[in-house]
């Protein structure tokens, strides 16, 4: 067994549900510390985080990621425990092994073995770890990219261990990420028999216009990086249950994934403009919970294009696919942010799981990213 499949496998074994870490960190912590590393943590309302580095010199290419999971859903329709780390037909399964305890195992086996050879390497390495990104995120990453901030800390290049890879491992690195903006719309009307229409108004007839308007609106035309920005409603909700009374109002969720060929406060006054057009009687609340982030194709996109073809013999898509990451928030002290970890087919899915034959690829495609950056080999 590879250090890496046995480091993944430990991490797998704890229920590290979001926001909890379940001791995930202190695993890590403990092959940092011998490595030289300075360890400093925050614990704030249940979540639990670690900022590393070893040296103090530039550059520093830290990597970024998370050890909570989503909760496995139904035990009992998963072929093994979902905590109990399993090989079986090339695979290992658990609920996190793809997303992304296997990149974390990855970072820090790549880590051991790149010091082991290059102990007079030039610049430094952090790792930047937290238990709250598949959760609401706001006690995680956020916090200790504030820590860095207020010293004016900056971090010269990131890799976070997301699971980007598409149809086979290593076809996509994404490079930056689309904003996410919602909102939750509720349009007044007038409740009322059903069978005495001049009394009523009907709040679904009224916002009917308004929506397709919103629907066929083109709100920008993307660019080289990124698509159009898309607008979708998740959910309608009105109604008092019965049949023959018109509500009092409809509430809409909606969200927007954006580009950079927009903001989120241009998208609020379109949108706005659109309502009061159809003269309706609304409130609206929004929630903007990551701007888009982008990293140009540049030396860091190379070095991973590169690693990852020097290593399994392919070049990636470079991609801004997909929701958000903890990317948006680290975008804030570092120009270079790209993500690559394992095929993310199966996250968050009943039997997630990886390819026993990806494991140690992906630690050596991180080892020759640090030489590539630390060597400049």
Same mark, same amino acid.
């Given at each position: ?5 046995? *480091?993944?496998?430990? !991490? ?23 490595? @030289? ?10 979540? +639990? ?10 550059? !520093?290419?830290? =990597? ?10 139904? #035990? ?51 790792? *930047? ?5 598949? @959760? ?35 076809? +996509? ?7 996410? !903006?919602?909102?939750? !719309? ?5 409740? @009322? ?10 709040? #679904? ?37 019965? +049949? ?9 969720? =909606? ?48 070095? *991973? ?73």
């Amino acid at each position: 067994m590879s250090k890496t499949l046995a *480091l993944a496998k430990a !991490l797998i074994e704890r229920k590290s549900i979001t926001p909890s870490d379940d001791g995930c960190q202190a695993i890590l912590v403990d092959r940092l510390k011998p490595l @030289g590393f300075n360890i400093e943590t925050i614990h704030q309302n249940g979540v +639990t985080n670690f900022y590393a580095r070893k040296g103090s010199a530039s550059p !520093l290419l830290v =990597f970024a990621g998370h050890t909570d999971v989503v909760p496995p859903g139904p #035990i009992d329709l998963w072929d093994s425990d979902p905590f109990i780390p399993t090989e079986k037909e090339g695979k290992l399964f658990g609920r996190g092994a793809a997303d992304m305890k296997t990149s974390l195992a990855a970072f820090i086996t790549s880590i051991e073995d790149f010091l082991e050879q290059h102990p007079n390497h030039q610049g430094s390495i952090g790792l *930047l770890i937290t238990s709250d990104e598949e @959760g609401v995120a706001t006690d995680g990453t956020v916090r200790l990219v504030e820590m860095l901030k207020k010293r004016n800390e900056t971090i010269d290049y990131c890799i976070v261990g997301e699971p980007t890879s598409n149809q086979n491992f290593g076809d +996509t690195v994404k490079n930056g990420r689309r904003g996410s !903006l919602s909102a939750k !719309l509720i349009v007044k009307g007038i409740q @009322g028999h059903i069978a005495y229409p001049e009394k009523i108004k009907n709040p #679904i007839h009224e916002i009917a216009p308004a929506i397709d308007a919103l629907v066929k609106t083109t709100w920008d035309n993307g660019n080289e990086y990124f698509p159009q920005t898309s607008w979708q409603i998740s959910n309608i909700n009105a109604g008092t249950g019965a +049949t023959n009374v018109v509500p009092g109002h409809v509430e809409v969720l =909606f969200n927007f994934r954006y580009s950079t060929s927009n903001s989120a406060d241009d998208l609020k006054v379109k949108v706005e403009n659109i309502l009061n057009e159809y003269h309706l009687d609304f409130s609206i609340d929004w929630s903007h919970s990551g701007k888009p982030y982008l990293t140009k194709k540049g030396y860091l996109v190379d070095v *991973l294009n590169d690693s990852i073809n020097e290593i399994i013999g392919i070049s990636p898509d470079i991609s801004t696919t997909g929701g958000t990451s903890d990317g948006r928030f680290i975008a804030d002290i570092c120009n270079q942010v790209v993500e690559f970890g394992p095929l993310n087919e199966s996250i968050h899915k009943i039997n997630e799981h990886v390819f026993l034959e990806h494991i140690d690829l992906l630690k050596n495609i991180y080892q020759r990213a640090l030489e590539k950056i630390l060597i400049k080999i």
